[in-house]
Every structure is written in structure tokens, then in C-alpha cells.
T-cell receptor, first 115, second 112 residues
């Protein structure tokens, strides 16, 4: 049981390049989330999904797109990277809203630098 | 709307001293409250969770937190700090909706 995994761990992009971050979970969780973490700002929600085929915007969705074609995978795309998107990106999954053990399980993060 | 305020972005304590990390929340409904820990270059891990079963919640590594509704607080404590406790600590609130709301975090330094 690997939990939540993220690919890649590190990436350097030039302004205007595109890339996709992959998040995978093997816990059969319904919910998945993408956050970015910047110094002094905690975690900010980018997009999330409440089930296969669904996505919704979070607090800071601009410049990002997501897809949840399979229940176990949640992809985050940057179509045209900007230096302001330099950050550490975390994926998280959650079983559902009603379980008493409800919590989010986090991946190890992807450190992205945009030059 | 839900929100979380963590007072003190950096806290330093001596090894063996009391750890107190503050968290205040606002929620329009009875909340679920969480504390997560983040070690360097890692993701967040759950320390403990309040779900209304008991106001004093015990977590891993000797940490505990007390839910005080009248103060809208959920402060994290540990009686005796250990060097391995040096990490980032995040408070979060959920109203059992789709989202969790995180505080800005507190970086704990333990001085030998």
C-alpha cells in the first residue's frame, strides 16, 4: 500500500512551458485535492475532485487545469508556466465526508521552479 | 465560511520544555479540527483530530489538543519537547463539507 504518490518530485520549467503533475492513490478514496504551499501562506487549495470524472475550483485555480479520468489518478496541468507558479505542490486524498476516520492523506510533494 | 488562525509563525522552545502551538478557528457549524505535522521535505501527516467525541484529544508522539468551544480554540501541546519535534505544524478545520481549511502554519524549533 503506497498511499499517495506524486510524480515528478522536482521539476524546473522555463516561463511559458507546460507540464503535468501526476497524483496517484491506492486507497480507493473518492476525494482528491491539489494544494500549493508557499512560505508564510500555508496550504492553498487549487482544485479538487469529489469523484471520478468530477473537478471543482479551489481558492487559487487560475493558471491550472485538472482531470480525474480514473478514480486513482488526479492530474494537475500548467498550460503556460509563470514564475508565480514556483511552489511546492501537494496532492491529498480523502475517503469520504462521513467516515469518522475522515482525514486527508498527503503525498510527498513536487517542488516546481519556473524560471 | 471556515477559517483558521495560527498565532506565531515561528516558535522556539528548549528541549524538555512545554510546547504550546495556538490555533483559533471560525466555523458556522460544529467543526472537525485537525493538527498536521510536516517534517522537512515531506508531506503533511495527521497528528490528531477532534470529532466531538471528547474535548481533549491525544495524538501521536505525545501531543494533545483541547477543543474549547467558548474560545473557538484548539491549541496543541506537548509537556516536554524533543529534538525530533522540530517541524512545521498546521491546524485545519472542516465542516464535513468538501474542503479542509488550513492555517498558515507554525515552524517549531527545539533548542538543545
Amino acid at each position: 500500500n503506497a498511499g499517495v504518490t506524486q510524480t515528478p518530485k522536482f521539476r524546473v520549467l522555463k516561463t511559458g512551458q507546460s507540464m503535468t503533475l501526476l497524483c496517484a492513490q491506492d486507497m480507493n478514496h473518492e476525494y482528491m485535492y491539489w494544494y500549493r504551499q508557499d512560505p508564510g501562506m500555508g496550504l492553498r487549495l487549487i482544485h479538487y475532485s469529489v469523484g471520478e470524472g468530477t473537478t471543482a475550483k479551489g481558492e487559487v485555480p487560475d493558471g491550472y487545469n485538472v482531470s480525474r479520468l480514473k478514480k486513482q489518478n488526479f492530474l494537475l496541468g500548467l498550460e503556460s508556466a509563470a514564475p508565480s507558479q514556483t511552489s511546492v505542490y501537494f496532492c491529498a486524498s480523502r475517503k469520504d465526508r462521513v467516515s469518522l476516520t475522515d482525514t486527508q492523506y498527503f503525498g510527498p510533494g513536487t517542488r516546481l521552479t519556473v524560471l | 465560511a471556515q477559517s483558521v488562525t495560527q498565532l506565531g509563525s515561528h516558535v522556539s522552545v528548549s528541549e524538555g520544555a512545554l510546547v504550546l502551538l495556538r490555533c483559533n478557528y471560525s466555523s458556522s457549524v460544529p467543526p472537525y479540527l485537525f493538527w498536521y505535522v510536516q517534517y522537512p521535505n515531506q508531506g503533511l501527516q495527521l497528528l490528531l483530530k477532534y470529532t466531538s467525541a471528547a474535548t481533549l484529544v491525544k495524538g501521536i508522539n505525545g501531543f494533545e489538543a483541547e477543543f474549547k468551544k467558548s474560545e473557538t480554540s484548539f491549541h496543541l501541546t506537548k509537556p516536554s519537547a524533543h529534538m525530533s519535534d522540530a517541524a512545521g505544524y498546521f491546524c485545519a478545520v472542516s465542516d464535513a463539507g468538501n474542503q479542509f481549511y488550513f492555517g498558515t502554519g507554525t515552524s517549531l524549533t527545539v533548542i538543545p
